[in-house]
């Protein structure tokens, strides 16, 4: 496979899996979020069910804990559009994953670069 | 494991960025010796992949879900800790700044996490883990659920010096949830060596003092 073909190929895998990606992924918490809601009373570490209320609670709590109120409105929050359901989620990613190929390929040929 | 900008202090989630920040020159360092035209579409490739592969949550018991973090894989495909640290920081900057995935304020603490501890765990237990297995895949495989299981374990840390998670609990639940998420680390890691590694075995790191192909 020449390199023409194996970028190409890496790229159609990486796209394939960001327009998949909203449709297959799970909206449960992530390892993190899940270990913060059961220590935090919102949900049972071992168990499932989260409370809502709990975990609105949970995160004014850990806020007061550390202080830390910094928040920033990203553009695509949560990898999503506005307006768009799981078909702007797809773009959003899909964005991502070619801004992240462009400033990864960019940043690479500049550190090539012989002296 | 992206942590959000209200788990961690200031002060501290300061420190973090300054840690951060010396790997990521030591990263750049990396980049500018070994970098040659011919890893380009490798790195470009594997960037893309990883933020791509980040956005699919897998769901594991206990309500939890988990992704790939994908710092193993960089890490011994590039054949060094600081390729993972250069990728995971282009990768974490980019859900940071334009998805709100995982703090600003915190973004050093992440980048140690994800990237370097990630990175170095993969990596030198590959490095280890070739010459017992003879056999590159089962060794990546592990490497890939330690680089990830040791990554939630130093997480848990910081949440106790942030005081945001007791220590004990922390270490518990980040253990059990990450023990698991870590299966899909690894074997994502392993097929993903075995694909890119039939596609282009020229352009794969060797791991030192072992057979590959």
Known sequence: M?????????????????AAAPFIASSNPDG?????????????????????EHAEA???????????????DSPFPDYTIEGLAKYGEAAAIIIG??????????LSRIMARPE | MHIPDAFIPIPQAALYWIIALIFIALSLRWARKEMKDDKIPLVAVLAAGI???????????????????GAALAAIVLGSPFAA???????????????????????????????????????YSYRALVPLFKNIYPAAFIAGWLSLFIAALVTAVEMAVAGTFPLELGLFSM???H??????????????????????PDIMAEPSGAVSS
């Open chain 2, 175 to 177: 253990g059990l949830y």
């Open chain 2, 85 to 123: 640290v250069f990728v995971l920081t282009l990768v974490l900057i980019v859900q940071g700044v334009l998805f709100g995935d995982g703090g600003l304020t915190v973004m050093g603490a992440n980048i140690i996490n994800m990237g370097v501890i990630g990175g170095f765990v993969g990596f």
């Open chain 1, 32 to 52: 993190l979020e899940s270990a913060f809601f059961g220590i935090f009373g919102a949900k049972e570490i071992q168990g499932s069910e989260i409370s809502e």
């Open chain 1, 97 to 106: 994953t070619v801004l992240v190929l462009a400033i990864a390929f960019g």
């Open chain 2, 179 to 200: 023990a698991v998420i870590g299966v899909i680390e690894g074997g994502i890691t392993a097929v993903a060596i075995y694909l890119i590694h039939t596609a282009r």
């Open chain 2, 51 to 69: 933020f791509a592969i980040q956005a699919i949550n897998i769901p594991i018991p206990w309500g939890t879900s988990g992704h790939m973090m």
């Open chain 1, 58 to 72: 949970a995160e004014e709590e850990v806020t007061a804990i550390t202080g830390n109120e910094f928040s920033f």
């Open chain 1, 2 to 18: 020449n390199t023409r073909t194996f970028l190409f190929a890496g790229l159609a895998v990486a796209l394939v899996i960001a």
